[in-house]
């Protein structure tokens, strides 16, 4: 699952366009069966918010995912 959301926010934030990840993401819910999918959903909630603000310049939007982006490298 990490993976998966590490593709698609790096996709949305290419193609500024989070059509995939927030359909992963309404999908993927529905299967969420663990404390570590939990904690994943809640790390990677705050991504949508920085990717959707229009107002936020790219450069500033790769910052701010770099440490969502970590967590979900960490193994």
């Known amino acids: ?14 193609e500024n366009d989070t059509t995939s990840l927030e359909a992963y993401f309404k999908i993927s819910y529905l299967t969420i069966d663990s404390l570590e999918n939990r904690e994943i959903y ?13 107002d936020i310049p790219k450069q500033k939007k790769e910052k701010d995912l770099k440490p969502i982006l970590e967590y979900l490298n960490q193994k």
């Open 42 to 54: 809640a790390v990677v909630q705050p991504a949508f918010e920085i990717l959707k603000n229009p």
């Open 1 to 14: 699952m990490k993976k998966v959301f590490i593709f698609l926010i790096q996709k949305s934030l290419d």
